[in-house]
């Protein structure tokens, strides 16, 4: 059974951070493309960041220099480390696995900035 469980979220004040966290079983996780994706209320779900099997990486423009994807093979683990995160940052974000044929979703965590 795979399963892919998001934790981390939470409320912050703007300028703030937090390291969302999404870790994986049931997959071979080094095989694996990994992705954050967010939706906020009233827009479609859009891609944050990815990371492949290869350890490169692609982050939305808006993200760029605020937020960083990695992983961790052993722990079968992805994570987003956000900072100076804006109030349009909102979203329930969900994590996002990919191989081949195969792709799979967290059941989300929400991400609220706000005073």
């Known amino acids: 059974q795979v399963q892919l469980v998001e934790s981390g979220g939470g409320l912050v004040q703007p300028g703030g951070s937090l390291r969302l966290s999404c870790a994986t079983s049931g997959i071979t996780f080094s095989w694996y493309a990994m992705g954050w994706y967010r939706q906020a209320p009233g827009k479609e779900r859009e891609l944050v960041a990815r990371?492949?099997?290869?350890?490169?990486?692609d982050h939305v423009d808006s993200v760029k220099g605020r937020f960083a994807i990695s992983r961790d093979n052993g722990k079968n683990t992805v994570y987003l480390q956000m900072n100076s995160l804006k109030p349009e940052d909102t979203a329930v974000y969900y994590c996002?696995?990919?191989?081949?044929?195969?792709?799979?979703w967290g059941q989300g965590t929400q991400v609220m900035v706000s005073s």
């Open positions: 990371i492949n099997s290869d350890f490169s990486t």
């Open positions: 996002n696995a990919v191989w081949r044929e195969s792709a799979y």
